[in-house]
């Protein structure tokens, strides 16, 4: 798991939104035109007018940067039509994969097929897009488990590998 936590940046850009709503540049703005309407000084009218457009600028380039923020969450946790069905069909193979590593390890249990059966109908593509509509972030629910899974197994080849051969070098 990493340090980042989306919970948090969202928490951030709702603040930061907040404050650049509280800011009230539009209400300065009015108040500052109206100021100035009756001025006859030009080079007062003109600063003024370049203060107030170098506000909305800047109010503009922060509200973009605040809804840009929001669309890269939301394009970290949200996957296409496409990207599901790609994900349904892999998952399959790999949860395919772990049944037969399962088997090989465990051959007199019955549940264990089971388990990847139910596994895989939880991963199919309808219900992985009803979930996300329901805000399930998938990919820390199932990618991250998923991970820590492949890893564990392959970690456990691995040694077993290591331990034949240390008993063929002992056994020679």
Do not use: H
């Not at 969202?10 to 907040?18: D, F, K, P, Q």
């Not at 209400?27 to 003109?46: H, P, Y």
């Amino acid at each position: 798991m990493n340090d980042f936590d989306p919970n948090v940046m969202l928490a951030e850009l709702g603040v930061s939104l907040a404050q650049l709503a509280a800011n009230g540049i539009a209400t300065a703005v009015a108040s500052k035109a109206q100021a100035i309407k009756d001025s006859k000084d030009a080079d007062k009218v003109r600063s003024t007018y370049e203060e107030i457009v170098s506000q909305l600028l800047q109010e503009r380039a922060e509200a973009v940067q605040i809804a840009q923020a929001y669309k890269e969450e939301l394009d970290r946790v949200k996957i296409s039509d496409e990207d599901i069905e790609a994900l349904n069909q892999t998952v399959g193979r790999v949860l395919g994969l772990l049944r037969e590593w399962s088997l090989i390890d465990k051959p007199d249990e019955d549940d264990g097929p089971d388990a990847f059966d139910a596994m895989k109908e939880l991963l199919n593509a309808d219900t992985l897009r009803t979930m996300q509509l329901l805000g399930f972030n998938y990919k820390a629910a199932i990618g991250e488990p998923l991970t820590n899974l492949c890893a564990s197994k392959i970690a456990e080849l691995g040694k077993k590998n290591g331990d034949q051969a240390a008993r063929q070098r002992r056994g020679k």
